[in-house]
């Protein structure tokens, strides 16, 4: 089993749609999570961190973790084709390693 | 502008050859990190630097050795350079090695291996 999973995509989703974005992880004593965006060609680049139980919302984006299901999420509502890109679920897990998904790659269908 | 560089952006050498790549961040930070980033989007940590101090030695071929000659500079030393060593390699830095920190990246440096 992979340490940090995401289903690679592509995920297709129409303009102004909701994005729906999964990750699972492994280690249990995972304290840290964090999505982060990759244009093609680019670096990746924080969009959002979360480390509590619960929903976290910035703007058109909402982080969700839960902890006791070793799940954490990312919606994006009304999706835009700027939003097209690959995401990428990174975990904090044991001494300060972050261990990063494979990504998911995300179209958004003007 | 405050920033973690490297150089080169795009390196294409021969089998063989030994190349370097240079990190250098300028945001006080004093963690940094080497990451590969294969064809299929994985990005894979590689070495991780505190205070000049090596902390995370992953399962990386021993061709690949990193320096640090100081907590703003991270460098990455490849010797006999192989195909499966094409890859894009990223250098990244975070505040401290707390466990709430985002990673700040650099630009990347593309690796192709003839």
């Known amino acids: 089993q992979k340490e940090v999973e995401q289903n690679s995509g592509p995920l297709s989703v129409p303009e102004g749609a909701i994005a729906s974005l999964n990750c699972t992880y492994s280690d249990r004593v995972s304290q840290s999570f964090f999505w982060y965006r990759q244009y093609s060609g680019k670096s990746p680049e924080l969009i959002m961190s979360?480390?509590?139980?619960g929903d976290k919302e910035d703007g058109r984006f909402t982080a969700q973790l839960n902890k006791a299901s070793q799940y954490v999420s990312l919606l994006i509502r009304d999706s835009q084709p700027s939003d097209s890109a690959t995401y990428l679920c990174a975990v904090i897990s044991g001494t300060y390693k972050y261990i990063f998904g494979t990504g998911t790659r995300l179209k958004v269908l003007a | 502008d405050t920033a973690v560089s490297q150089t080169p952006k795009y390196l294409v050498t021969q089998m063989g050859n030994d190349k370097s790549i240079k990190c250098e961040q300028n945001?006080?930070?004093?963690?940094m990190y080497w990451y590969k980033q294969d064809s299929k989007k994985f990005l894979k940590i590689m070495f991780s630097y505190n205070n000049k101090e090596l902390i995370i030695n992953e399962t990386v071929p021993n061709r690949f050795s990193p320096k640090s000659p100081d907590k703003a500079h991270l460098n990455l030393h490849i010797n006999s350079l192989e195909l499966g060593d094409s890859a894009v390699y990223f250098c990244?830095?975070?505040?401290?090695?707390?466990?709430?920190?985002?990673?700040?990246f650099g630009p990347g440096t593309r690796l192709t291996v003839l």
């Open positions: 945001l006080g930070h004093d963690t």
């Open positions: 990244a830095s975070t505040p401290s090695r707390s466990s709430y920190n985002e990673q700040f």
């Open positions: 979360i480390y509590s139980n």
